[in-house]
């Protein structure tokens, strides 16, 4: 009965809480998603998981179906990348750059995860900041960005890696500390503390600020945790990826909210050259940084 998809299902739901969410995740509808849970329940007799306040909660039944669904996907995906390492020799170098500052919070699981499945692909960080981390492609000094996506896509190929939410982040005492979420206006005459990059990259000045022709100032900081400081310590306000500033929220060291009615969303890619981006092990970095993310960031959707 038990089929490999019933399995990637069962931990798309573990994983996302939510049947709507997870049901995206392996691409099919909410209710077809359901229909395939309805069915193995049926053919078991047992309940998988229920519905709480909380979200979803896995009984001892679908708990033990769940940690078989991820032994055997662990095992399933080792077994196609042996299967690739005998068709061809697939040792190479992957020299990355990221466009994202707050990237690095969860790029060391990913690289590690990622050195063992590839041991013999040499996985390397391009250091520094880069204005156009594109450029650096067509250049031959690196071989995948991690990033938006670029204004022009100069022959580059890009494979999604996931969306997320970008929130305001304020002192805990703030004026506007009672508000569900902040509006264009709420930033007006705020110091906007941002990593020194070109106003172009950052998603709410130009998403929200700037078609609105909202007045601010600007200070920059090139470290997370020196933007949580002076956020904290009253100099201004910011607005980072919510898997960014999680621990700064949970410990009260400042607050978050969701800027517009539907949120300020981006989406991250992986980017390189055609041929570099049909490598096995260039695509099999892209699901590695999918699984590892899904499993440890909140509040992101995979795409």
């Known amino acids: 009965m038990l089929e490999i998809r019933h399995l990637k299902s069962l931990v798309a739901i573990s994983e996302t809480g939510k049947l709507a969410h997870a049901a995206e995740r392996v691409f099919l509808t909410q209710s077809a998603l359901?229909?395939?849970?309805?069915?193995?329940?049926?053919h078991y007799a047992i309940t998988l998981f229920n519905r709480t306040a909380q979200g979803i909660r896995f009984t001892p039944a679908g708990s033990r179906l769940l940690a078989l669904a991820k032994e055997m996907l662990q095992?399933?995906?080792k077994a196609e990348r042996d299967l690739i390492r005998l068709k061809s020799d697939q040792s190479g170098e992957l020299r990355i750059v990221l466009e994202c500052h707050t990237c690095f919070d969860w790029l060391t699981p990913v690289m590690d995860a990622f050195r063992r499945a590839w041991?013999?692909?040499?996985?390397d960080l391009v250091a520094g900041f880069h204005s156009?981390?594109?450029?650096?492609?067509?250049?031959?000094?690196?071989?995948?960005?991690?990033?938006?996506?670029?204004?022009?896509?100069?022959d580059l190929t890009h494979l999604p890696l996931f969306k997320f939410e970008i929130m305001a982040v304020?002192?805990?005492?703030?004026l506007l500390k009672n508000k569900q979420r902040l509006s264009a206006e709420d930033f007006s005459g705020e110091t906007l503390i941002t990593y020194p990059v070109p106003d172009t990259r950052i998603d709410v000045i130009r998403q929200v600020l700037t078609p609105e022709h909202i007045q601010y100032h600007r200070?920059?900081?090139?470290?997370?945790?020196?933007?949580?400081?002076?956020?904290?310590?009253?100099?201004?306000?910011?607005?980072?990826?919510?898997?960014?500033?999680?621990?700064?929220?949970?410990?009260e060291y400042v607050i978050a909210k969701p800027i517009g009615k539907k949120g300020l969303w981006s989406e991250l890619y992986a980017t390189g050259t055609e041929d570099m981006m049909t490598k096995p092990y260039a695509i099999d970095l892209v699901k590695v940084v999918r699984d590892v993310c899904a499993e440890k960031l909140v509040g992101i959707r995979l795409i």
Do not use: F, N
């Not at 359901?34 to 049926?42: A, F, K, M, P, Y």
């Not at 920059?220 to 020196?226: K, M, N, V």
């Open 34 to 42: 359901s229909h395939q849970i309805r069915v193995l329940e049926d």
């Open 75 to 77: 095992a399933l995906e």
């Open 119 to 123: 041991p013999e692909v040499e996985i």
């Open 132 to 154: 156009d981390p594109w450029h650096l492609l067509h250049e031959a000094k690196a071989d995948i960005v991690i990033g938006g996506m670029p204004e022009k896509s100069r």
């Open 170 to 174: 304020l002192p805990p005492e703030h």
């Open 219 to 251: 200070r920059t900081a090139e470290l997370t945790i020196a933007i949580m400081q002076l956020v904290a310590s009253r100099r201004g306000v910011a607005a980072l990826p919510s898997w960014g500033i999680q621990s700064y929220v949970d410990h």
